[in-house]
């Protein structure tokens, strides 16, 4: 399996490292908009098995592109994580500097094999899944980060538990019987992630190892269920023609069908708000930046 790492900051260093972990993964391919950090990154992993490369379309026979780059500095982050209230805030916030680098990515990434997946873990992961499939319509684009959520509430919960919705968001489909049962989880869940990324910085090495097995369970021969936004088709709640992040089926790195779900009507007004709130970020964000690049 060959396997473009498109960012080579802190967290495509991580999702790198565990990548390698893989013996699967015949090569990873090293690409950055500054050539140096993609170099650097390739010095510390010592691999026969990475390439650094300064050219995206030029690659052949691409099983996955991940994007995991980054356009916010370090001092705008800790602004942000010292402002704001919560990491969906903090998310909302990397956007104007993401979606830029993005945009000027989707010439390149419009040449890439057919058959080439694009995972992205860059934040917003809703908006710019969906920004990108969008724009690149023949593509299949899939989101990591609800699979983060879904671990931190079965840290608090003390048990499995699947969730739908947006990334800093999620619903988990617990049946609670009233709205402040959801409110004061997510709060809680949120609060002591918030406060743990402003004492000790952002957890890398922790979303290296989720991404590690989201990636061996979507790649998995036998059939698993991973959090993961994915364009939806047909209706689903009453919603269609959208990414969002939902428990899916999978095997053999394609998508089957959404899992069964038990959804009760706190969770389903709570799913249907958020992405009310996100079809209306989509609407503006490509409004915006469609006019970026032109592409065939």
């Known amino acids: 399996m060959n396997i473009l790492l498109i960012g080579c900051g802190r967290t495509g260093r ?22 140096k950090s993609s170099k650097a990154l390739a010095c510390d992993l010592d691999s026969n098995r990475v390439e ?3 050219s995206i379309y ?9 994007i995991t780059l980054s356009g916010m500095s370090d001092s705008a982050r800790s602004e942000s994580m010292n402002k704001r209230h919560t990491t969906y805030e903090v998310r909302q916030d990397e956007l104007k500097f993401n979606i830029g680098a993005i945009g000027y990515l989707l010439k390149d990434l419009n040449r890439l094999d057919k058959k080439t997946k694009i995972i992205i873990v860059t ?13 690149l319509p023949t593509k299949t684009i899939l989101g990591f980060g609800l699979e983060l959520d879904a671990k931190r509430y079965e840290k608090i919960l003390g ?14 489909l617990i ?20 406060a743990n990324i402003r004492k ?18 979507l790649n998995s021969t036998k059939e698993e ?4 936004s994915s364009f939806i088709k047909k209706p689903v709640m009453g919603i269609q023609n959208i990414s969002i992040s939902l428990p899916f089926r999978v095997k053999n790195g394609n998508i089957i069908e959404i899992a069964k779900l038990q959804v009760n009507e706190i969770e389903k007004k709570r799913f249907l708000s958020s992405i009310k709130e996100l079809q209306e970020s989509i609407t503006h964000i490509i409004a915006t930046h469609k006019k970026l690049v032109e592409y065939k």
């Open 225 to 228: 269920i991973i959090h993961v």
């Open 14 to 35: 991580a999702i790198a490292e565990s990548l390698l972990e893989l013996t699967y993964v015949k090569k990873v391919f090293l690409y950055s908009r500054t050539s």
């Open 123 to 135: 934040n917003p992961v809703d908006e710019i899944t969906n920004y990108i499939q969008s724009m």
């Open 58 to 66: 030029l690659i052949k026979n691409l099983d996955y592109a991940i």
């Open 52 to 54: 650094v490369v300064d």
């Open 200 to 217: 000790h910085g952002i957890p890398h090495k922790l979303a290296g190892a989720a991404f590690k097995s989201f990636f061996d369970r």
């Open 159 to 172: 048990k499995k538990v699947l969730c739908i919705g947006s990334h800093g968001k999620a619903i988990p």
């Open 175 to 194: 049946n609670a019987k009233s709205e402040k049962e959801y409110s004061t989880l997510l709060t809680k869940t949120d609060s002591e992630l918030l």
